[in-house]
């Protein structure tokens, strides 16, 4: 059986709601005055008046702290980030123990890919009384894009003893427990966060059955997983292309690609799929309608090395010799492992 490329499964979520501190205006203070009237343009989502009164603040009195933080959290809601992170640190330059501060500036870096500075600034949050489930939360989303596993699964544990009902947070505990090979693990989380996930996120139930399928050997509890997902969005193209994997699994070849079907009527230019199409076919000796999958695979997605290796063996199964090594040695130079040994007889 040729290997299958499947899609990235894991959705780490980033809901981030900046909200405006509360202070009590003094009078005679024209920067606080000035400053709440910013606050009022926030609620109301007036971004741009908003920053030009807590800009107008932070001009009346330079070391308004929060007036910079504010700001910043305005433009984050802009998708302004490098300039969120300009502005929280001002604040933290202000007032070093600002907690709350760093912790926004360490969501900004990470929406910048900016991870390990990120984990600093969540660290320093903490440090500094923000001990809040979010700020342990990001702390191990960071943690897990950089590669660090165990120590995110530490950070989400520590959110979870906070919030013991945060679905995110036992879903990507899930996710470093499977790295870490600790599957049955990975599965109890799995089932927390499906139990505490009010607004049934269907990538959870994906998630929960690509474990099943990929490690647990349940390929049964799989296809239950992703048909649900499919009952919460009927739209959701990775659960039918996963769910036709498991069928295929279980060599129902037909239903396999009826699934693999179903997700190109809602996106065709999703590649994975074709190339899942070729493999069944090529397990149904459908070497030429393989081939025909294969093509279109590779038209949407020319550097799609796994389906140059497919698509040679299915040319090689139908004595197109020539046809087959070009295949290989492309994805060969594509960088698709263990690809020598179809080159072997090629000369």
């Known amino acids: 059986m040729k290997k299958i490329l499947l899609a990235v499964l894991f959705i780490l979520p980033f809901s981030l709601f900046a909200q405006p501190d509360n202070l009590v205006v003094e009078k005679g203070q024209e920067a606080q005055v000035t400053y709440n009237k910013g606050l009022q343009s926030f609620e109301k989502k007036d971004y741009n008046k908003a920053i030009q009164l807590f800009t107008k603040a932070i001009q009346s009195n330079p070391k308004f702290d ?29 007032t070093p123990t600002y907690g709350k501060a760093y912790y926004s500036r360490g969501t900004a870096k990470m929406l910048l890919g900016q991870y390990k500075s990120a984990i600093a600034d969540f660290n320093s949050a903490i ?19 950089n590669g660090r596993y165990s120590d995110a699964e530490k950070a989400y544990t520590e959110a979870i003893n906070i919030n013991r009902e945060y679905a995110y947070a036992y879903n990507d505990r899930a996710a470093t427990r499977k790295m870490q090979k600790k599957y049955e693990e990975a599965l109890v989380d799995y089932d927390m966060a499906i139990k505490f996930d009010n607004s049934r996120h269907a990538f ?10 990929d490690y647990l050997n349940d390929l049964d509890g799989a296809i239950y997983d992703y048909s649900t997902a499919l009952s919460i969005n009927s739209k959701y193209v990775i659960a039918y292309n996963n769910r036709g994997v498991a069928k295929f699994m279980k060599k129902d070849y037909k239903a396999a690609i009826q699934d693999y079907e179903k997700a ?5 230019k999703y590649a994975f799929s074709y190339n899942n199409i070729g493999v069944a076919k090529s397990e149904m000796k459908d070497y030429k309608g393989a081939i025909t999958a294969y093509d279109k695979a590779i038209r949407i997605n020319p550097k799609y090395g796994q389906a140059y290796v497919n698509r040679g063996s299915a040319k090689e199964l139908v004595r197109d010799f020539n046809g087959a090594c070009k295949d290989w040695n492309k994805a ?6 263990g690809v020598d040994k179809y080159l072997k007889n090629c000369k």
Request: no cysteine; proline share 0%; charged share 30%.
């Open 127 to 145: 440090q500094n009384g923000y001990k809040t489930a979010d700020a342990y939360y990001y702390k191990g989303v960071a943690l897990f894009e």
């Open 332 to 337: 060969k130079s594509l960088g698709v492992k």
């Open 264 to 268: 190109l009527k809602l996106d065709n």
């Open 66 to 94: 929060k007036a910079y933080f504010n700001r910043g959290s305005v433009k984050m809601e802009q998708k302004n980030y490098k300039g969120a992170i300009a502005d929280y640190s001002k604040a933290t330059d202000i």
């Open 204 to 213: 959870m139930y994906v998630n929960r059955g690509s474990l099943k399928r």
